[in-house]
């Protein structure tokens, strides 16, 4: 075995091989030759991100000792309670990855770490990794957020490659708790946009749970009039709560229309609000092309208004102003 040669440094060339020899960490061999314990952890690793558990180690048929001299030469790295990675390579998920095998089958990602996973939150760096786990379960594990539950159903779990995670459905319904009520309509929509949710499994989600912390807010925005709105800069941002503080009809947001995204669309009234942000106008090339794109939507019959930042920023009073007058301009003719 490896710890009778502690000198023989063949196995920092071949860990991961298939033919790695028994001195090098404990691997049995079969009459072919092949190290079929390496081979199996191998395959563990490769499905989950280049990770492996103590417990995986042991199954496979590496003896106690093998792994502790293993991580002794850095073979394998600790990264979670009796979690390793298979050599130096970082796997952009094993944080992820490592926190699920770090708490046990019945976990799975949630919250804000979910939702960075579906793409409807942003991910933020240096956070812990949220953790959802039955309520009976009250060990603590390094780096991360753990957070417990009575009740999660086989339904409300999906995998994001090969990583236990809430569904996009019960991410919302955790989230809704946590965000501010624009960052949840933010989040809804973004979910929609991908095709992640629908409306109805939402409902029957909230259903479960009428009475959490954040739902009431959920729920409205699932109402007929409460379409979430999705901005993607501070300048449609600002835009959007002035839209709603004049009480003016609701816009969509960020939506295509006759072959072109456009910021905001009435589509009944034919209006088309573009927001031009802190950097507009950073080329002629740009200018131009902004200008034929408000042509080509003419064309069609569409109103063009432009919103600048400055605008927004220095006159909103005239910006709400000027916008309801079109806009009732345009039902009047309607």
């Not at 994001?160 to 319904?173: H, M």
């Not at 989600?205 to 912390?213: N, V, Y």
């Not at 954040?214 to 300048?235: D, F, K, V």
């Amino acid at each position: 075995m490896a710890e009778n040669h502690p000198h023989d440094t063949s196995h920092e060339q071949s860990w991961t091989l298939a033919g790695a020899t028994s001195r090098s960490g404990g691997a049995s061999r079969n009459p072919s030759g092949a190290s079929t314990t390496e081979e199996r952890i191998a395959a563990i690793a490769a499905r989950q991100h280049g990770l492996v558990t103590r417990a995986q180690l042991l199954a496979a048929g590496l003896a106690r000792d093998a792994v502790q001299y293993r991580v002794k030469c850095r073979r394998l790295r600790p990264v979670q309670q009796a979690v390793y990675r298979l050599g130096p390579l970082v796997a952009p998920l094993e944080p992820e990855m490592a926190a699920v095998l770090a708490c046990g089958p019945r976990s799975a990602i949630s919250h804000w770490s979910a939702g960075t996973l579906w793409r409807v939150r942003p991910r933020e760096g240096g956070a812990l990794v949220d953790v959802t786990l039955p309520f009976a379960d009250r060990r603590k594990r390094p780096h991360v957020r753990v957070h417990r539950t009575r009740q999660l159903e086989p339904d409300e779990v999906t995998t994001f490659e090969g990583i236990a995670v809430t569904t996009p459905a019960r991410t919302l319904v955790d989230l809704s708790g946590c965000l501010r009520p624009r960052e949840l309509e933010q989040t809804l929509a973004r979910a929609e946009r991908l095709e992640l949710v629908s409306a109805e499994e939402l409902a029957a989600l909230i259903a479960r749970r009428p009475r959490r912390r954040g739902i009431p807010e959920l729920r409205s925005l699932l109402a007929p009039n409460g379409r979430p709105a999705l901005t993607r800069s501070e300048a449609e941002e600002r835009l959007l709560a002035l839209v709603r503080k004049a009480q003016l009809p609701p816009p969509e947001t960020n939506t295509r229309f006759s072959g072109f995204e456009v910021d905001f669309l009435w589509r009944a009234e034919r209006l088309v609000v573009e927001v031009d942000g802190f950097a507009f106008h950073s080329s002629a090339n740009r200018f131009e092309q902004d200008r034929l794109r408000d042509a080509r939507l003419a064309a069609k019959g569409l109103r063009v208004m432009r919103v600048t930042w400055r605008q927004l920023e220095r006159e909103p009073v005239a910006v709400a102003a000027r916008l309801a007058q079109t806009l009732a301009l345009a039902t009047s003719r309607a």
